[in-house]
């Protein structure tokens, strides 16, 4: 595995601007939350002793009915499917609170189950009642496509599952960042979300090789390079501030090789 050591000023400079963008986007790392069907509720536990924690979103809140599926968007705050209504609620990521309903019953879709943010820039939303996976743009909850059709052998959808084949997986613990399945000897790109809220962007930085290459990040900014090895292993360790420490940053990788991107990864550092 190679290393690739950051320990330049304007590492730490990226990092410290972004802080301030981001700090609306922060999540709870430690903690484990459950969709509760009947007391229609979003609950909290500690994962590491499955203590109670709190109601996260407490029942009923902004109307929500017969919970499934959750997920925390590329944004950070929690999208969760509310079977009930046949909508996708969207809560605020620090505080739980309703901010407002982002997918509504419009264009088919009928008693939401399982929700899956994807590197496209899009939410899917499996639709139980109509059979059919729905594509919402990301940022906006915009309706975009059916993107698998009624017709086509779905009876009683229930949860969207991609395999990563195509997809590069980043990974983070502390302050070290890795990403596998990609090419042997292909060149890595770590990219860091400096702008608010949720990304809808493009790779567009000078002299680099797949400019345009979608991305799930508003405002992409370079964290750091690395070669994968024979593994398709690539990793690089950043050295930050002590005054970072909590802050939740949206993180994207690249590669050079293939062009192939990674899904947005939400971090806190330690």
Known sequence: MRAARLRSLSTTALLAGAAC??????????????????????L??????????DAFVPSGSGGLNLPHSAVFGPDGDLYVASFGNSRVKRYDGQSGAFIGNFVTPANG??????LDFRPDGMLYVVSFGGNRVQRYDAG???????FVQ????????????????DTLNLS??????????????????????????PGAGT???????????????????????????????????????????????????IGFGTCRTSEVLLHMLP
Do not use: K
């Open 172 to 197: 983070a613990v502390d302050r070290t960042f890795e990403e596998f399945l990609a090419e042997p000897g292909e060149p890595i790109l770590f990219l860091l979300d400096a702008g608010p809220g």
């Open 109 to 114: 879709l009928v008693t939401p189950h399982g």
């Open 150 to 165: 009624p017709g086509n052998g779905l009876n009683g959808a229930i949860a969207p599952m991609f395999r990563n084949d």
């Open 44 to 53: 909290r536990y500690d994962d590491g002793s499955g203590a109670f924690v």
């Open 203 to 253: 790779v567009a930085l000078p002299a680099l090789p797949c400019a345009g290459t979608p991305i799930g990040l508003s405002r992409p900014l370079v964290l750091g390079r690395a070669v994968a090895d024979a593994a398709g292993v690539a990793v690089i360790t950043v050295v930050v501030p002590p005054a970072l420490s909590g802050s939740t940053f949206r993180m994207q990788a």
């Open 21 to 42: 963008a981001m700090a609306a986007s922060a999540s709870f790392a430690g903690d484990l939350f459950v969709t509760s069907w009947n007391s229609n509720a979003v």
């Open 140 to 146: 906006t909850g915009a309706y975009v496509d059916d």
